[in-house]
C-alpha cells in the first residue's frame, strides 16, 4: 500500500509540471523576431549612414583640395601682370584654349564656357563642361632685395632665339621651360608684351647672359617672324626690353574614357620640363576622380554675373564662382545607387584691377 501510495503521488507531481503552450511560443517568437528586427534596422541605418559618410568623404575629399588650388591661383591672378593681357601669336588662345577667333591678348582670367565633353555611352547622352585658364607673375622669379627684379635684355638674335641680358649670370635666373613675358614702351600694338617659353641657356660674350627662345619651342609662342602682333622682333626694337616669369595654368575636367559620363578634374601647367628635363607644352596633374559636372559662373565689375563673358569683358572679372559634382565609384548595397556630392566655392579676384600693370 505504502508502495502504491509513493507511486500515486509521482504521477500527481509528473502531471502537475508545468510548460510552454503553442500560444506562448508563437508570442515569444513573434516578440523575439519584433526584437532582432528593430536591432538590424538599427544596425542597418548606422551601417547606411556610414557609407554615405564614408563615400561622401572619400568622393569630395579630393575636390576640396583642387579647389583649394584653383582658389590660390584665382587670387593670384593679374599679381602685377597687366588686366589687358600680353599679346600671344595669331590663333594660339583659339587653338589651345578654345577662345573665340580673333582673340589675341593672354588675359589674366580665361573663361572656357562648356569646352570638353563626358560621354555616357550607356546612356547615349554627353555633358559638357567648364575650363578657365588663369596668370599671373611669379614673384620667386630673380629677387633682388626682396622684390622680383625683371631681367634687362639689352640685345636679341632672331636667328638662333637668343635673349642676351645686361648682368652677367642673369640667365641663371631662367630655368629650362619657364613661361617669360617680355616688354617694352618701344613697342605700341605689344605694350604689354609677348610670350616667350625658354628653350635653353647659352654662353655669349659674358658667362650665362643668354637665354634662348628658339622659335622650334613645343607650346609653339616663341615668334622670331618679321611681321606683328606677336613677334619678339617687334618687341625687342630697339632694346633694352624686360623679361619675367610668368605662371599660367588651365583647370578642366577629363573624360576618364570609362563611358559612364564622369572624368578627372586636371590642373595643367603651362610649359616646364619633363622627368628627363625636356623642355615641354605643359604638365598635367589630375585632383580628383569621378568628375560628372564643373561650371564656373562670372561676377562681373559692374556687378552683373555670367557663364560666359564676352571676350572684350575677360578683364573685368572681379569674382569667380566654381561649382564640382562628383560621383562615388561604389553603390550603395541597399540602393544600388552611387552617391552624389556638389560643392561649390567662391573666390575672389582680388588683384584684377587693383594692381599696377602696363
Given at each position: ?153 639689352v640685345s636679341a638674335n632672331p636667328a638662333i632665339g637668343w635673349l642676351t641680358c ?193
Open positions: 500500500m505504502r508502495i502504491q501510495s509513493i507511486e500515486k503521488l509521482r504521477k500527481e507531481e509528473r502531471s502537475g509540471e508545468s510548460g510552454f503552450t503553442m500560444i506562448e511560443m508563437t508570442v515569444a517568437m513573434v516578440v523575439f523576431a519584433i526584437v532582432l528586427g528593430s536591432i538590424y534596422g538599427l544596425l542597418e541605418v548606422g551601417r547606411s549612414a556610414r557609407f554615405n559618410t564614408m563615400e561622401s568623404n572619400e568622393a569630395s575629399q579630393d575636390v576640396r583640395i583642387g579647389l583649394n588650388r584653383i582658389g590660390i591661383d584665382v587670387l593670384n591672378a593679374g599679381v602685377d601682370y597687366p588686366s589687358s593681357g600680353s599679346v600671344m601669336r595669331t590663333n594660339w588662345l583659339t587653338t589651345n584654349l578654345s577662345v573665340a577667333t580673333g582673340a589675341a591678348n593672354l588675359t589674366p582670367v580665361i573663361p572656357g564656357f562648356q569646352i570638353n565633353t563626358l560621354i555616357n555611352t550607356r546612356t547615349g547622352t554627353t555633358a559638357r563642361t567648364d575650363q578657365i585658364t588663369l596668370t599671373s607673375t611669379d614673384n620667386a622669379f630673380n629677387r633682388v632685395g626682396g622684390v622680383s627684379t625683371p631681367l634687362r635684355v645686361q648682368n652677367a649670370n642673369d640667365a641663371n635666373s631662367c630655368n629650362l621651360g619657364d613661361l617669360m613675358c617680355v616688354n617694352s614702351g618701344n613697342c605700341g600694338f605689344c605694350g604689354n608684351g609677348v610670350l616667350a617659353l625658354v628653350t635653353g641657356r647659352a654662353t655669349n660674350v659674358r658667362s650665362n647672359d643668354t637665354v634662348v627662345a628658339a622659335a622650334s619651342d613645343p607650346m609653339g609662342i616663341n615668334d622670331w617672324t618679321p611681321a606683328p602682333p606677336s613677334n619678339l622682333v617687334q618687341v625687342l626694337t630697339p632694346t633694352p626690353a624686360g623679361a619675367y616669369r610668368i605662371s599660367m595654368v588651365t583647370y578642366y575636367v577629363l573624360d576618364d574614357g570609362s563611358g559612364q559620363g564622369t572624368g578627372t578634374f586636371m590642373r595643367r601647367t603651362w610649359g616646364g620640363v619633363d622627368s628627363s628635363g625636356n623642355v615641354v607644352r605643359f604638365t598635367d596633374q589630375p585632383l580628383a576622380f569621378d568628375v560628372t559636372a564643373m561650371t564656373i559662373q562670372y561676377f562681373m565689375q559692374d556687378g552683373t554675373s555670367t557663364a560666359n563673358p564676352a571676350l572684350s569683358n575677360f578683364h573685368n572679372v572681379r569674382q569667380i564662382s566654381v561649382t564640382i559634382t562628383v560621383r562615388s565609384p561604389r553603390t550603395d548595397p541597399k540602393t544600388g545607387l552611387n552617391y552624389i556630392d556638389t560643392l561649390t566655392a567662391v573666390f575672389n579676384t582680388r588683384n584684377l584691377g587693383f594692381e599696377t600693370n602696363g
